[in-house]
C-alpha cells in the first residue's frame, strides 16, 4: 500500500527560511494566470470566427478543447504532485499551460499577419489556436498543487486564510478576464489575449522555481496509469456530450451514445480503483461524508457560477430597443462583472478566517446564501445598470466565500499526503457543474426568442438567473449534510509529519551524513 514519505534532499539556501506571505503572493499569481485563460477567450469568439471563417459550433470548441483536457490532466498531475513533489510538478503545469500559450498566440498572430507562406498557413489555422487551446488546459492542476503546498508549508493558523485567497483568484481571474479581453480584442487584437497568457506562466514559473520550496509531504506509490486513462474516458466522454448538447441535439444519438459511454467506463473505472493496490484516486477516502458532501456542494456552486459568465455579459450587450439590456461593448460588459471579481479578493481571505475560527461549513452556508441572492436579485430586477452591479456584488461575496470554503473542507477532510488528488477531484466537480451550468443557461436563453429570433426574449433571463438561484439554495442545503469539523482521515499508513515536523526528524540523519 501506499505511504507518505519525506524528500530526503537538502533544500536550496534559497527555500531554507521561505516566507509565507511571498510564497502565497507567487502561488496567487500562478493561479490568477490560469483563471484569467478560463474565460478571456470568450469576448473573443466572434472576432476569432471571422478571422478564421468557420461557423460558431467550431470556435466554441476553444472552450470545449481546454474544458477536455483540464479534466483529464487535473487529476492525474494532482496525484502525482502528492507523489513526486508538488512544486515540481507546480513548474511542469504552469510550463504546459505557457506553451500552449504560446501555440495560440502564433496562431492567432499569423492568422491575421502571415504572408501566405505554407508555415503561416498552417500556423495561423483555428485547429492550431484550438490545439493550443488544449495544451492550456492541460495545466489544470494549477490550483490543487497550489492548495496542497499552502497545507504542507504553511503555519497551521495561515493554512485557512491561505486557500482562501488561492480559491478566490478562480472567481477573480473569471471575472477580470471578461473585461481584459475585452480591451484587448478591441485594442491590439486576439492573440494579446494568448500572449498575456504566455508572459503570466513565465513569471510564475520563475517565481515559483525561485520561492516556492518542496513539499516534504510524499506518498510512495505507483502511478496508477489504468485508472488515469479510464477516468479520462469517463470525464472527456461526459463533458463532450454536455458541451455539445445544444449543438447536436440533447436526445441525439451523439450526445445519448457519449453519456452512455461516460456511465460505463465510470462503472469500469470504480471497479478497478476499488480493488487496485495504489488507486489514482482512492474510493474509500471520496466516499467519506466531509469528502462527497463537499464535492457535491461544489457541483451545485459551479453550476450556478458559470451561468453568470454566460448570462451577464449577453444580457447587457443586448441593444435597448429590445426592451432590455443596454447596448455595452465587449469591453463595457466585462464591466460589468468587475464589482464581483473585486470583492472576491476580500472575500477569499475572510473565508479563512472564519472557517479557522468557527469551521468552514459556516463560509459555505453563507457563501451559497449570497450566491443565491445575487441570482433571485437578478432574476427579479436587471432593468438598470445600479441593478446589475448591486447582483454582481452579492455574488462575487458568495462566490469568494463558497470557493474558499470548500477547499479548505476538502483539506480538513483529508490526510496531508493525499491533498494534491482530493483538491483535484473538487476541483473538477466544480467545473462538471459550470459545464452542465453554462450549457443549460445558454439553452434556456435560446430557447426564448424576440424580433424574429434575432435575439433572446428577457424571459429567458429571468428563468436562467432563478436556476442558477436555485442551485446555490441546492448548495445551501448540502451544507446541512456535512458533518462539523474533524480530524483528517487517516490513510492505510500514517500521515507524513507537518513540515517543522520533518525538519526536526530529518534534522539528526542530516548530522550523521555531514
Known amino acids: 500500500m501506499s505511504a507518505p514519505a519525506s524528500s530526503g534532499a537538502a533544500r536550496p539556501p534559497r527555500l531554507l527560511n521561505p516566507d509565507p506571505n511571498r510564497t502565497l503572493l507567487v502561488l496567487a499569481a500562478g493561479c490568477l494566470a490560469y483563471a484569467l485563460a478560463q474565460t478571456m477567450i470568450v469576448p473573443a469568439l466572434p472576432e476569432i470566427q471571422r478571422t478564421f471563417g468557420g461557423d460558431p459550433a467550431d470556435a466554441t470548441w476553444l472552450l470545449t478543447a ?80 497550489a492548495i496542497g503546498i499552502i497545507r504542507d508549508e504553511f503555519p497551521r493558523e495561515k493554512v485557512a486564510t491561505g486557500i482562501g485567497t488561492i480559491s478566490a483568484m478562480f472567481g477573480i481571474g473569471g471575472g477580470v478576464g471578461l473585461v481584459v479581453a475585452g480591451v484587448l480584442v478591441d485594442g491590439i487584437g486576439v492573440a494579446w489575449i494568448f500572449w498575456l497568457s ?97 464535492n457535491v456542494a461544489a457541483f451545485a456552486i459551479g453550476f450556478a457560477m458559470f451561468g453568470s459568465f454566460v448570462l451577464i455579459p449577453q444580457l447587457v450587450q443586448t441593444p435597448a ?24 479578493l476580500f472575500a477569499g481571505p475572510v473565508s479563512g478566517r472564519l472557517g479557522t475560527r468557527y469551521g468552514s461549513k459556516l463560509p459555505l452556508a453563507l457563501g451559497a446564501v449570497f450566491a443565491a ?5 437578478l432574476a427579479a430586477l436587471h432593468d ?42 473538487n476541483a473538477i466537480m466544480r467545473q462538471i457543474g459550470g459545464a452542465i451550468g453554462a450549457q443549460v443557461s445558454a439553452a434556456i436563453v435560446s430557447a426564448h426568442l424576440v424580433l424574429g429570433g434575432a435575439f433572446p426574449a428577457e424571459s429567458g433571463y429571468t428563468i436562467a438567473f432563478a436556476m442558477s438561484g ?6 445551501l442545503f448540502v451544507t446541512f449534510v456535512i458533518p462539523a469539523r474533524e480530524a483528517p482521515a487517516r490513510a492505510d499508513a500514517p500521515a507524513a509529519a507537518p513540515p517543522a515536523e520533518a525538519a526536526t526528524a530529518e534534522a539528526p540523519a542530516a548530522e550523521a551524513r555531514a
Open 198 to 294: 504566455a508572459a503570466a506562466a513565465l513569471i510564475a514559473a520563475w517565481a515559483t522555481w525561485k520561492y516556492v520550496p518542496e513539499s516534504p509531504v510524499r506518498v510512495e506509490a505507483r502511478v496508477d496509469w489504468i485508472g488515469g486513462v479510464l477516468l479520462s474516458g469517463a470525464l472527456g466522454t461526459l463533458l463532450l456530450g454536455v458541451s455539445e448538447g445544444n449543438t447536436w441535439g440533447w436526445l441525439s444519438a451523439g450526445v445519448l451514445g457519449l453519456f452512455a459511454a461516460s456511465v460505463a467506463l465510470t462503472a469500469i473505472w470504480a471497479a478497478w480503483e476499488w480493488r487496485v493496490v495504489d488507486p489514482l484516486v482512492d474510493l474509500r477516502l471520496m466516499r467519506r461524508r466531509p469528502v462527497w458532501t463537499t
Open 373 to 377: 441572492a445575487g441570482y433571485f436579485w
Open 384 to 425: 438598470a445598470r445600479i441593478d446589475i452591479y448591486l447582483g454582481s456584488v452579492l455574488l462575487g461575496i458568495g462566490i469568494g466565500l463558497a470557493f474558499a470554503a470548500m477547499a479548505n473542507l476538502t483539506v480538513e477532510a483529508v490526510p496531508m499526503n493525499m491533498t494534491g488528488i482530493a483538491s483535484a477531484i
Open 470 to 475: 436555485v442551485a446555490a439554495i441546492g448548495a
Open 66 to 145: 481546454f474544458l477536455l483536457t483540464a479534466a483529464v490532466a487535473t487529476p492525474l498531475l494532482g496525484r502525482l504532485g502528492d507523489m513526486y513533489g508538488k512544486e515540481h510538478w507546480l513548474l511542469i503545469s504552469l510550463g504546459v499551460f505557457g506553451a500552449g500559450s504560446v501555440v495560440s498566440a502564433l496562431a492567432g498572430s499569423l492568422g491575421v499577419f502571415g504572408a501566405g507562406s505554407v508555415v503561416s498557413a498552417l500556423a495561423g489555422s483555428l485547429g492550431v489556436m484550438i490545439a493550443g487551446r488544449a495544451i492550456q488546459g492541460a495545466g489544470g492542476a494549477i490550483f490543487p498543487l
Open 321 to 344: 430597443r429590445v426592451g432590455y439590456g443596454f447596448g455595452a461593448s465587449v469591453t463595457a460588459s466585462g464591466l460589468f462583472l468587475l464589482p464581483s471579481a473585486l470583492v472576491m
